[in-house]
């Protein structure tokens, strides 16, 4: 079963804007990772955030976490034509123990040159 | 080094035939995860092994689906019976251990194994 959802499910944007997703949860997590995803194939990992934390950066990637509101939003830079793909969430379970992921349904992000 | 390579990459069966997919996670790796992405969907946890057994394979959604790894290294999931509905991006992903600790160690996906079912 899926966690929660992403919205917007699609953005368009220009290169240079800046791109936001959200991202929402349901039960408690140990940490929250994003995901990009290209062609429907390969899942890349940008950037975890544990349940402790509240704001995290990596590079053009800004990602905040407010556990009270079981809510994460990722925030890319100055956006390029390459940074179209899907961008799905993902939760570690709070209370398993395991790594085991689950996914939100996903953004996808659409930036023309 | 090597990445999680995953074989077939695209399979395409009959409904009722019976499929295996394949993945090499990354040397060392304990801890190796399976994934369903439907079209339009995020991935869905299958199952997950630590060495050689399934620490948690409830993610399986019926006795059609199996998964093994005998020696710990080199898994195959295994599809009986199919159905159109099976058909989907199966995803493979391994990491160097699997317990959500205070080190948490990041999934390496591969490239999936796109399965069709007529």
């Known amino acids: 079963s899926q966690q929660g959802e992403e919205d917007p499910q699609a953005l368009s944007i220009q290169e240079g804007e800046n791109a936001t997703m959200n991202c929402s949860y349901k039960?408690?997590?140990?940490?929250l990772q994003w995901y990009r995803q290209n062609s429907g194939r390969g899942l890349v990992h940008l950037i975890l955030?544990?349940?402790?934390?509240r704001e995290k950066h990596s590079g053009r990637l800004r990602v905040t976490l407010d556990t009270s509101k079981k809510s994460s939003s990722l925030l890319i830079t100055a956006s390029r034509a390459a940074d179209t793909a899907s961008y799905f969430c993902?939760?570690?379970?709070?209370?398993?123990?395991?790594?085991?992921?689950?996914f939100g349904k996903g953004t996808m992000l659409l930036v023309s040159p | 080094g090597a990445g999680v390579s995953q074989t077939p990459s695209n399979k395409v069966t009959e409904k009722g035939k019976y499929v295996e997919l394949r993945c090499d996670p990354i040397?060392?790796?304990?801890?190796l995860y399976w994934y369903r992405q439907s079209l339009g969907q995020g991935p869905e946890f299958l199952i997950y092994?630590?060495?050689?057994?399934?620490?948690?394979d409830s993610g399986l959604p019926n006795d059609r689906f199996f998964a093994v790894r005998p020696e710990g290294s080199v898994s195959t999931l295994k599809i009986q019976r199919t159905e159109r509905g099976d058909s989907a991006v199966y995803l493979c992903?391994?990491?160097?251990?699997?317990?959500?600790?205070?080190?948490?160690?990041?999934?390496?996906f591969g490239p999936g194994t796109r399965l069709t079912v007529l």
């Open positions: 992903a391994s990491s160097s251990m699997g317990l959500a600790g205070p080190s948490y160690n990041e999934q390496f």
């Open positions: 039960t408690s997590i140990n940490n």
């Open positions: 955030i544990r349940s402790n934390e």
């Open positions: 993902a939760t570690v379970d709070g209370n398993s123990g395991y790594s085991t992921l689950t």
């Open positions: 040397s060392g790796h304990t801890a």
């Open positions: 092994f630590q060495g050689t057994g399934a620490a948690d």
